[in-house]
């Protein structure tokens, strides 16, 4: 089973954020090799960590040499290519790892899309969501087959493709 602990700062305004980080694991879980995590007995954790810039632009610093911030940063804790026999941990739980947004950056792009926040923050929970399960976009083919997951696992959430606009995903 999956399980998402959110972390949420003041200042990420409005919505049922809880709800929203849970559809959106689940969504890009469903739209996955890795579906029958949701059924599996083993528990499944990821945690959702909406913050500020500041902290986004720290982390980034630290970990990617980026001084900047960027809209979502995903710290997988398992690697790719364990993901299927993780299930026989000893103690049948698994940390997938967290999903950190950053506030302003996601606002403000969220306004240039001329999109909600809320919608947006989804669609970068679901992207950040494939990271963890060993995705990546370092290549055009890697890239349209991450894009394709996404647009499946957005659309059954009632989103729509949000690369239509090619706006890449800052992480």
Known sequence: MIEVALL???GWPGSDWEQL???AVAAAIAHSP???FAT???LYEIAVKLTSDAEVHELNRAYRDKDKPTNVLSF???QADLLQSTANTDDGEVLLGDIVLAEGV???EATDKGISLADHATHLIVHG???LLGYDHMDDNEAQAMEALEIAA???LGLPDPYGDRMMTGD
């Open 34 to 36: 890795y579906a029958a």
């Open 154 to 156: 957005l659309a059954s």
């Open 40 to 42: 599996d007995e083993a």
């Open 76 to 78: 997988p804790m398992v």
């Open 129 to 131: 969501t494939f990271h």
């Open 8 to 10: 949420h700062e003041d």
């Open 21 to 23: 980080a849970q559809s």
């Open 106 to 108: 996601c606002a403000a």
